[in-house]
């Protein structure tokens, strides 16, 4: 069997791992944006008016990747491919806090993540563009910002 | 909690659950949407696997509103879902939301669903950062 990147049991894993995210998404709603904000409105729950369903959708999907996982460990290699892409990043350091600070305004602002806004293309709303390509300018604009960081000196 | 749905969300989390594991479990790599789509763009990884994951999402979304009408938004009879605020707001969300996962290397689904499930610390630490700073953003921009 083979085991690069191409192979056709790679690439149809790939994609039947994505339709299930996609689908995932839609039977949750974390499409709808303004559901998303509704669980982020924390400041809600004494009027009544928090939707926890973010909770409910992420707790069972780490639950079930955690199963996944356990599964692996019995595995010397994933089945299609010759090992796992483990991040080989391990330290709590400035950019993973610094970004994920931006990020969590960015989120906050819209309601929006990464898979909910590539899965609302499926539903062209209004305005989808104008987040997606400012998205992908910010990713793209992020790799030279974290060349920049890491390229520094630690301070402390 | 008029909008709360326990059902449909704990049924989502499953299927997104699962995608996560067949993604490991099958090609060794996580199913985290930002490093997805972000590799595509200069300086590139491996492409293919990758369009392949995102455009089923996308279709698979789209199918299942067909299949599944009226859970919400998105589908036939449903109303389509509101993007929150003026193009430029948008802009400044989506500039943020790709320039903070590229940084912090993943997402809620990268960090949020695959991290906490190898139980990194690292991605802890990512989760515990962005839902915090999105709950306060909400709390002082007031956008719902």
Known sequence: MSKDNNSLSYVATAAVSGGLFGLGLYVSQMVDPLKVLRFLDVGAIP???????LAFVIVPAILVAFIGNRFAKG???PLFNGHFHLPDLKD???PLVLGAALFGIGWGMSGICPGPAIALIAFVPHNLLVFLVAMFAGSFAGNHVLKWMTRRPAIA | MEFFSPVPATIGGVLIGLSAA???IGNGRIAGISGIFGRILPPTGPVRWRLAFLVSMVAMAGLGALAFPGLGVGGPGAPAPQLIGDPLWLAAAGLLTGLGTRIGNGCT???GVCGLARLSLRSAVAVAVFFSVAMITVAVTGVV
């Open chain 1, 47 to 53: 009027s009544g008016g928090w939707d926890p369903s």
């Open chain 1, 75 to 77: 595995l010397k290699a």
């Open chain 1, 92 to 94: 709590i350091d400035a």
């Open chain 2, 22 to 24: 067949i993604l490991w």
């Open chain 2, 109 to 111: 689904s990268g960090h």
